[in-house]
């Protein structure tokens, strides 16, 4: 039985988030219909969805075909960098609710704390890097979230990939509060302090790439699931490595999103277990403050930044210095 989470700044608290969830990111055409249908078949009731995975009508066929009411559905989408301008808010949100085939979301979050310029390129580029919107804050956006909110087409609103700074910089201007924040959360960068002050403050949090380095996107190396102390507490319960990973993240009250094309490892997924004590202080000391997705190079924003300060103000002077040089070449192209 998955844990339902109650979000407690909730506008609609009736609905509660399911502790298990389905990650759509690199889900191909033509086999994310697939896995969709099928786990909601299996019975996961929570989909992670988002515009730049570039698959949501796919996505949303899948939940066509599996014929679940959508009442007890939990449907979270999220707002990319290029949308993040005012006039463009609503817009990618009407998209993405259309591509999705349903008539409201129950999670919309902003995804990533740095606005690129408005248009129709998810990532506009030049010399590789994204040309950043500048002008538009965070409080901006997060106001037209806000009235999305109020209109009812979404259920509740969050965030992803904040640091501490960034969500108090958000809270000194919000008028509701986040429901929920998405980060990168496993054994090898548990943030435990910082998730502990998210739940004080009433944010739920979940965990993405909850298997760590195990999407290939980050590289591979060392994977998580090999951690000797992974494969030792998976031998004591009788699970998979892979379960325990998804069943740390539920033990301490996050949410959990594994992506899953293939039948049996989503059924593997859903077998999740709570932890003993002494399983969760075991894993506690496998941190390495291990960070996999990390696009501030390609993105042009330092990410993370409350980990690297010497580096954000170096980096942000390159950036701004570079971002009016390419506003000045994009001028030029006739392109701003
Ligand atoms: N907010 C954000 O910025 C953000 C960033 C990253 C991810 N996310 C969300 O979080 C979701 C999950 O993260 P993720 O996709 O990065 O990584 P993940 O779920 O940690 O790992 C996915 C990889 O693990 C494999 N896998 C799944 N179950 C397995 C099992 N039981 N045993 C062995 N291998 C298994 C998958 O391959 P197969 O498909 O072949 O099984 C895939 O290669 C994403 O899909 C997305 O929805 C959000």
Do not use: C
């Not at 950043?132 to 990939?161: C, F």
């Not at 548990?190 to 298997?211: K, N, R």
């Not at 190396?221 to 325990?244: F, M, S």
């Amino acid at each position: 039985m998955v844990k339902l989470l109650r979000l407690a700044n909730s506008a609609n608290p009736a609905k509660q988030l399911p502790a298990l969830g389905y990650g759509t990111w690199q889900a191909k055409a033509g086999e994310v219909e697939q896995g969709v249908e099928t786990a909601l078949k299996l019975g996961y009731t929570h989909i992670d969805a988002a515009a730049i995975y570039g698959n949501e009508k796919e996505v949303g066929e899948g939940i066509r075909r599996a014929g679940v009411d959508r009442e007890k559905l939990w449907i979270t989408s999220k707002l990319w960098n290029n949308s993040q301008h005012p006039d463009y808010v609503h817009k990618a949100l009407d998209k993405t609710i259309n591509d999705l085939g349903v008539s409201y979301l129950d999670l919309y979050l902003m995804h990533w704390p740095s606005a690129f310029q408005p248009g129709g390129d998810m990532i506009p580029k030049v010399g590789g890097v994204a040309v950043r919107d500048t002008e538009t804050t965070l409080a901006q956006t997060w106001a037209e979230m806000e009235k999305a909110l109020d209109q009812g087409k979404v259920k509740n609103i969050g965030i992803s990939n904040f640091t501490k700074s960034e969500v108090e910089e958000l809270l000194q201007a919000a008028k509701h509060k986040p429901d929920v924040i998405q980060l990168e959360l496993h054994p090898y960068l548990q943030q435990t302090a910082y998730v502990e002050w998210l739940q004080s403050q009433g944010i739920e949090v979940t965990a993405y790439s909850p298997f760590g380095n195990q999407n290939p996107i980050y590289g591979g190396g060392e994977l998580l699931r090999d951690d000797p102390v992974i494969q030792e507490i998976a031998k004591i319960h009788g699970k998979t490595p892979n379960q325990i990973l998804l069943s740390w993240g539920a033990t301490r009250n996050t949410s959990v999103i594994p992506k899953s094309t293939n039948a049996g490892r989503i059924e593997e997924n859903k077998d999740i277990i709570e932890l003993s004590t002494d399983d969760m202080a075991k894993i506690a000391k496998i941190d390495k403050n291990k960070r996999f997705n990390d696009p501030s190079t390609t993105f042009g924003y330092v990410f993370f930044a409350d980990e690297k300060p010497a580096y954000k103000s170096a980096l942000d002077a390159i950036t701004n210095a570079g971002s009016k040089a390419k506003q000045a070449a994009l001028k030029a192209a006739g392109k701003a």
